[in-house]
């Protein structure tokens, strides 16, 4: 029989989940919807079905997408749970199945099951798929009008092992990169390369060793290099198996970047060593002559997870700001350059996409302008220009929170930067939300358009655009 969710800080306020599924043929409109922005902006987060099975973590929750399609200043709304092997099992027994990280504490009547994940991370269309992600599992199909579950997808059976959240797409050659952690099931140092073409057909796929099993959730790309951050956010099932945590933050492991040039192998990977750290997500990365460049927000120290020895994550260490990483080929030392670009909190950094792996000019990130918003949640948008530093903000009260800004251009010919950033925005004084357009090149100036939900989507991690 189904509980009663906890008093659990990641499942209250914004963070609460959504217990429906609805459908919403035209959102009230505030301002105007510009005529030029036509496609399906989507966005995926954990969405638990049920009380969570031990103890919960705001990564383990069901995925849930939500799809805004818009079209002539028009916006339809509709979510839908993404019906895996967990979620289906769970919904026909009325209440949670699986724990989150550890799994002897699962239901017996599930002690054998092999389930396709939870697929609530992100959600990107490639190949004409639209594919939900969680970096545990293979990707997981949906209809993009729909949402309609079709399934895990494999490419053709061809995919071993599971895929990062955080593929990238090369604008140039339209092919989707991306890599796995914990190759070999389970917790491992074995990870995994792979490259899918335009039309969704996986062409390359090589294994090596990591430096130390780690929870490894986003990577980097240029035109001719693959970045694989390991950062001592460490995996150990022996852990897990004596009650402990499965990820838990070990310092004096230190930071380990890899390097491969994307016309050699996992042979020619270079391995630069840093201080400790962690990186969720960068922005870009690029390469000059012999130097590769990568924005990212970084952490001085893992949030959301626990110290080795049980201890809790130091607060003051745990939140990110944007940085640059310089590594200099020709030099002769494993060490890297680290800069500081701006000193806010900052998180789910963004580009225009049709310069991913390129030398680029303009970034935009969630970010926080007060000490302690009352949403709990990222109160302001920024937008920074790389060739002259200037950081512009669109900054909203405490009881707002932007979720990721996503980059839609005007037109597929438009220069870099020019068209718009959407977003969702949860206020907390009616636990609503709405999806806002912002003019990626003034976004300061606050919202041109907002499409009002009359219910909130619950905070969670990344969307994509999809054009008509």
Same mark, same amino acid.
């Given at each position: 029989?189904?509980?009663?969710?906890?008093?659990?800080?990641?499942?209250?306020?914004?963070?609460?989940?959504?217990?429906?599924?609805?459908?919403?043929?035209?959102?009230?409109?505030?301002?105007?919807?510009?005529?030029?922005?036509?496609?399906?902006?989507?966005?995926?987060?954990?969405?638990?079905?049920?009380?969570?099975?031990?103890?919960?973590?705001?990564?383990?929750?069901?995925?849930?997408?939500?799809?805004?399609?818009?079209?002539?200043?028009?916006?339809?709304?509709?979510?839908?749970?993404?019906? &895996?092997?967990?979620? $289906? =099992?769970?919904? *026909?027994? %009325? +209440?949670? /199945? #699986?724990?989150?990280? @550890?799994?002897?504490?699962?239901?017996?009547?599930?002690?054998?099951?092999?389930?396709?994940?939870?697929?609530?991370?992100?959600?990107?269309?490639?190949?004409?798929?639209?594919?939900?992600?969680?970096?545990?599992?293979?990707?997981?199909?949906?209809?993009?009008?729909?949402?309609?579950?079709?399934?895990?997808?494999?490419?053709?059976?061809?995919?071993?092992?599971?895929? &990062?959240?955080?593929? $990238? =797409?090369?604008? *140039?050659? %339209? +092919?989707? /990169? #991306?890599?796995?952690? @914990?190759?070999?099931?389970?917790?491992?140092?074995?990870?995994?390369?792979?490259?899918?073409?335009?039309?969704?057909?996986?062409?390359?796929?090589?294994?090596?060793?990591?430096?130390?099993?780690?929870?490894?959730?986003?990577?980097?790309?240029?035109?001719?290099?693959?970045?694989?951050?390991?950062?001592?956010?460490?995996?150990?099932?022996?852990?897990?198996?004596?009650?402990?945590?499965?990820?838990?933050?070990?310092? *004096?492991? %230190?930071?380990?970047?890899?390097?491969?040039?994307?016309?050699?192998?996992?042979?020619?990977?270079?391995?630069?060593?840093?201080?400790?750290?962690?990186?969720?997500?960068?922005?870009?990365?690029?390469?000059?002559?012999?130097?590769?460049?990568?924005?990212?927000?970084?952490?001085?120290?893992?949030?959301?997870?626990?110290?080795?020895?049980?201890?809790?994550?130091?607060?003051?260490?745990?939140?990110?700001?944007?940085?640059?990483?310089?590594?200099?080929?020709?030099?002769?030392?494993?060490?890297?350059?680290?800069?500081?670009?701006?000193?806010?909190?900052?998180?789910?950094?963004?580009?225009?996409?049709?310069?991913?792996?390129?030398?680029?000019?303009?970034?935009?990130?969630?970010?926080?302008?007060?000490?302690?918003?009352?949403?709990?949640?990222?109160?302001?948008?920024?937008?920074?220009?790389?060739?002259?530093?200037?950081?512009?903000?669109?900054?909203?009260?405490?009881?707002?929170?932007?979720?990721?800004?996503?980059?839609?251009?005007?037109?597929?010919?438009?220069?870099?930067?020019?068209?718009?950033?959407?977003?969702?925005?949860?206020?907390?004084?009616?636990?609503?939300?709405?999806?806002?357009?912002?003019?990626?090149?003034?976004?300061?100036?606050?919202?041109?358009?907002?499409?009002?939900?009359?219910?909130?989507?619950?905070?969670?991690?990344?969307?994509?655009?999809?054009?008509?």
């Amino acid at each position: 029989m189904a509980v009663i969710f906890p008093d659990h800080p990641n499942l209250t306020g914004g963070f609460a989940p959504l217990q429906m599924e609805s459908d919403t043929a035209s959102l009230r409109i505030e301002g105007e919807i510009p005529l030029d922005l036509n496609g399906s902006f989507y966005r995926n987060g954990p969405n638990p079905q049920f009380a969570p099975r031990g103890d919960y973590h705001w990564f383990g929750g069901d995925g849930m997408i939500h799809a805004f399609h818009i079209e002539n200043g028009n916006v339809s709304h509709l979510n839908r749970w993404a019906r &895996t092997i967990k979620w $289906k =099992m769970e919904n *026909e027994a %009325g +209440e949670s /199945l #699986f724990a989150i990280f @550890n799994p002897t504490q699962n239901d017996p009547r599930v002690a054998d099951v092999t389930t396709n994940g939870v697929a609530n991370t992100n959600i990107v269309w490639h190949g004409g798929k639209l594919l939900a992600l969680v970096e545990s599992n293979a990707p997981f199909e949906l209809d993009p009008i729909s949402l309609e579950s079709k399934g895990s997808w494999t490419f053709g059976d061809k995919l071993k092992g599971p895929m &990062t959240a955080h593929p $990238k =797409m090369d604008p *140039e050659t %339209g +092919e989707m /990169l #991306f890599f796995g952690y @914990n190759a070999e099931g389970m917790i491992s140092e074995k990870m995994s390369f792979h490259v899918v073409d335009k039309d969704g057909n996986l062409t390359r796929s090589e294994f090596f060793d990591a430096p130390y099993a780690a929870m490894v959730h986003d990577f980097i790309t240029t035109k001719d290099h693959v970045i694989f951050p390991i950062m001592p956010l460490t995996g150990s099932m022996e852990r897990a198996m004596r009650g402990a945590p499965v990820y838990a933050w070990e310092p *004096e492991k %230190g930071s380990h970047i890899g390097i491969m040039p994307r016309s050699g192998t996992a042979a020619d990977i270079r391995w630069f060593k840093g201080d400790p750290a962690y990186v969720f997500h960068p922005m870009n990365a690029h390469t000059e002559g012999d130097k590769v460049i990568c924005d990212v927000c970084e952490y001085e120290e893992a949030p959301f997870f626990p110290h080795a020895d049980g201890s809790k994550p130091d607060p003051r260490k745990s939140s990110a700001r944007l940085k640059r990483w310089t590594f200099d080929l020709a030099g002769t030392t494993d060490d890297y350059g680290v800069e500081t670009l701006d000193d806010a909190t900052s998180e789910f950094p963004r580009l225009d996409d049709r310069f991913t792996g390129l030398k680029y000019r303009h970034g935009y990130f969630a970010c926080n302008t007060v000490a302690d918003p009352v949403s709990r949640g990222y109160n302001a948008l920024a937008h920074i220009d790389h060739d002259t530093g200037t950081i512009k903000r669109y900054e909203m009260p405490g009881e707002f929170a932007s979720s990721e800004p996503v980059f839609v251009p005007r037109n597929s010919n438009s220069a870099e930067g020019e068209g718009y950033l959407v977003a969702n925005v949860y206020d907390a004084t009616t636990d609503n939300s709405h999806l806002m357009i912002l003019d990626a090149e003034n976004i300061e100036q606050g919202p041109i358009g907002k499409a009002m939900l009359d219910h909130r989507v619950p905070f969670g991690f990344h969307g994509n655009w999809r054009p008509l």
